[in-house]
């Protein structure tokens, strides 16, 4: 059983030091804990220790494991199975959308994207990995509230992913 702290708490791994604070910030806006990780090794053993509610990662990381491997690894490990794993990429190749979903993540975006993006992405993975629990459909949350046209946002950027 997760406690209220855990519930809320999301581990952003890998992740620019802008990415940090403008994603970070603004989840934090939205009542959640955030710590950020350079490693998916460390990510991995923080989240069997005390799972979060989610992590966020990029697909391209540094060191061995990247976030494909992370999002695996997190559905293989019976402490972490249910934690909501969000992967971002500027990666434009559809192969990198197929590896992820594949892995088990609950969220996909294309960078660049809005923190409110991040944010709602984050909230509906959480939603679909907890029983019981409905995915808030507040309109006027911009964080909560599905953007107008996420396609566009999602599909919205190009070049290497760091």
């Known amino acids: ?39 998916p090794d460390t990510a991995l053993r923080l989240a069997s220790d005390t799972p979060p509610a989610a992590i966020v990662t990029r697909i ?11 999002t695996r690894r997190v559905r293989a ?3 972490t199975r249910d934690v909501a794993v969000v ?6 190749e559809a192969e990198c959308r197929a590896a992820a979903i594949e892995a088990g993540c609950d969220g996909f975006l294309l960078l ?8 709602y992405q984050v909230e509906r993975g959480i939603a679909s990995r907890t029983p019981g629990a409905r995915f808030p459909q507040n309109a006027a949350s911009t964080a909560t509230a599905e953007p107008e046209d996420e396609t566009r946002q999602v599909m919205g950027g190009a070049g290497d992913d760091v």
């Open 1 to 39: 059983m997760k406690d209220a702290q855990s519930t809320r708490r999301v581990l952003l791994v890998g992740l620019s030091d802008d990415e940090r604070e403008i994603f970070g910030g603004c989840l934090e806006r939205n009542g959640f804990l955030v710590q950020a990780v350079a490693e």
């Open 112 to 119: 660049p994207a809005t923190a409110e993006l991040v944010v």
């Open 77 to 79: 490990h019976p402490a």
């Open 87 to 92: 992967v971002m990429t500027t990666r434009i």
């Open 60 to 70: 391209w990381q540094r060191g061995s494991t990247d976030g494909i491997e992370l």
